[in-house]
């Protein structure tokens, strides 16, 4: 829509601009969350390098897997904010999480619940720039939710196309499914910890899929129609699963104590 912002006087990349909003959010919202359960600043500062870093070497690793033409023109190791895949940066993401809780002996669900907003805030940042930026966006449609970019329109002068603009759909329904984790983080005494985090997990994937075929991706048709519909599934069933196992286990353990 706008893949170039001025500001200050200078033209900077809106994609770019919105990819370092996020990681910048969601480390400023990292720190009182963490704050608030008696973690101290230079515990979360270590968290908060750990995060980008991992977060991006597993979204470039992923992307290889999925969509291997894209690096005949980019290199693996461009530090730039191309090539990336979210579900490998979460990967990531998680990993450097556990790591942090094994270096500090802290429970890796309760951190994992600590983070669902900063990670859905960030989400939500980056989907901006991709809507901006055009990237990410849905099939051409005929619908009252068509969105045209002028980026798509052709030099013989027809008009621009209307696309979904998926992007917004997912920044819609990533801040929509913090409610009930929220709820579910509030209810402590109900649920263990972890369980706002796998309520959550398990949303996301859920409307990932649902997305999944408005979507215009640059994958092979495998990738499309196989591996990530099947990946979702996979990621649903076993966040539910690990859900209930452990809301169980503390139902028992709460009955035993009355």
Same mark, same amino acid.
């Given at each position: 829509?706008?893949?170039?912002?001025? *500001? +200050?006087? !200078?033209?900077?990349?809106?994609?770019?601009?919105? #990819?370092? $909003? =996020? &990681?910048? %959010?969601?480390?400023?919202?990292?720190?009182? *969350? +963490?704050? !608030?359960?008696?973690?101290?600043?230079?515990?979360? #500062?270590? $968290? =908060? &390098?750990? %995060?980008?870093?991992?977060?991006?070497?597993?979204?470039?690793?992923?992307?290889?897997?999925?969509?291997?033409?894209?690096?005949?023109?980019?290199?693996?190791?461009?530090?730039?904010?191309?090539?990336?895949?979210?579900?490998?940066?979460?990967?990531?993401?998680?990993?450097?999480?556990?790591?942090?809780?094994?270096?500090?002996?802290?429970?890796?669900?309760?951190?994992?619940?600590?983070?669902?907003?900063?990670?859905?805030?960030?989400?939500?940042?980056?989907?901006?720039?991709?809507?901006?930026?055009?990237?990410?966006?849905?099939?051409?449609?005929?619908?009252?939710?068509?969105?045209?970019?002028?980026?798509?329109?052709?030099?013989?002068?027809?008009?621009?196309?209307?696309?979904?603009?998926?992007?917004?759909?997912?920044?819609?329904?990533?801040?929509?499914?913090?409610?009930?984790?929220?709820?579910?983080?509030?209810?402590?005494?109900?649920?263990?910890?972890?369980?706002?985090?796998?309520?959550?997990?398990?949303?996301?994937?859920?409307?990932?899929?649902?997305?999944?075929?408005?979507?215009?991706?640059?994958?092979?048709?495998?990738?499309?129609?196989?591996?990530?519909?099947?990946?979702?599934?996979?990621?649903?069933?076993?966040?539910?699963?690990?859900?209930?196992?452990?809301?169980?286990?503390?139902?028992?353990?709460?009955?035993?104590?009355?």
């Amino acid at each position: 829509m706008k893949p170039y912002l001025v *500001l +200050f006087g !200078k033209t900077v990349a809106s994609y770019r601009l919105f #990819a370092v $909003l =996020a &990681v910048i %959010l969601g480390i400023i919202i990292l720190f009182p *969350l +963490f704050s !608030k359960k008696k973690v101290k600043a230079w515990k979360t #500062a270590i $968290l =908060a &390098v750990f %995060l980008p870093v991992f977060f991006f070497i597993g979204a470039r690793l992923f992307n290889i897997f999925v969509n291997p033409a894209a690096y005949e023109d980019i290199s693996f190791f461009e530090p730039e904010f191309v090539g990336l895949s979210i579900y490998g940066g979460f990967s990531g993401a998680l990993l450097a999480v556990a790591l942090w809780c094994l270096l500090f002996r802290v429970s890796v669900f309760g951190i994992l619940d600590l983070c669902i907003v900063p990670a859905a805030i960030s989400f939500a940042t980056a989907r901006i720039g991709c809507f901006l930026n055009g990237c990410c966006s849905g099939k051409f449609t005929s619908s009252i939710f068509g969105v045209v970019y002028p980026k798509f329109a052709d030099a013989g002068g027809l008009a621009s196309y209307p696309v979904l603009p998926t992007q917004l759909f997912e920044l819609t329904f990533a801040v929509i499914i913090l409610v009930p984790a929220l709820v579910v983080q509030k209810k402590s005494d109900r649920f263990p910890e972890g369980s706002a985090f796998l309520v959550y997990a398990n949303l996301f994937c859920i409307m990932r899929l649902l997305i999944l075929p408005f979507r215009r991706l640059p994958y092979e048709p495998w990738v499309k129609n196989y591996f990530y519909p099947a990946f979702y599934l996979i990621l649903i069933f076993i966040s539910l699963v690990i859900f209930l196992f452990r809301y169980i286990k503390n139902l028992r353990v709460n009955e035993k104590e009355y």
